[in-house]
């Protein structure tokens, strides 16, 4: 069975970055897109970014060429880099993989 584990997440200032991490256990991604998604307090979980078995990328009009998705396939593991990062980015920050959902990471800017 899949599994997802974020980290990463924290409190940072306005025009700060973040880099998130997502490790996957229980199956290579090789042959699987992963997606990463956030929810704010109150609002909807909203998909961010997002990256296919063969590498192609794809962000929510948002980000705006802020952030990038990446992955290590030797390491099994998505990461999120977040830069100048804006007190609306504030939410947690999730994973997913199929129907397969991360426990979450904390995401905090303060402005």
């Known amino acids: 069975q899949v599994q997802l584990v974020e980290s990463g997440g924290g409190l940072v200032q306005a025009g700060g970055s973040l880099r998130l991490s997502c490790e996957v256990s229980g199956r290579t991604f090789s042959s699987f897109a992963v997606g990463w998604f956030r929810q704010a307090p109150g609002k909807e979980r909203e998909f961010v970014a997002g990256?296919?078995?063969?590498?192609?990328?794809g962000y929510a009009r948002f980000v705006k060429d802020r952030f990038r998705i990446s992955k290590n396939s030797a390491k099994n593991t998505i990461y999120l880099r977040m830069t100048l990062l804006e007190p609306e980015d504030t939410a947690v920050y999730y994973c997913k993989a199929g129907d397969v959902w991360g426990q979450g990471t904390q995401v905090t800017v303060s402005s």
């Open positions: 990256i296919t078995s063969d590498g192609i990328t």
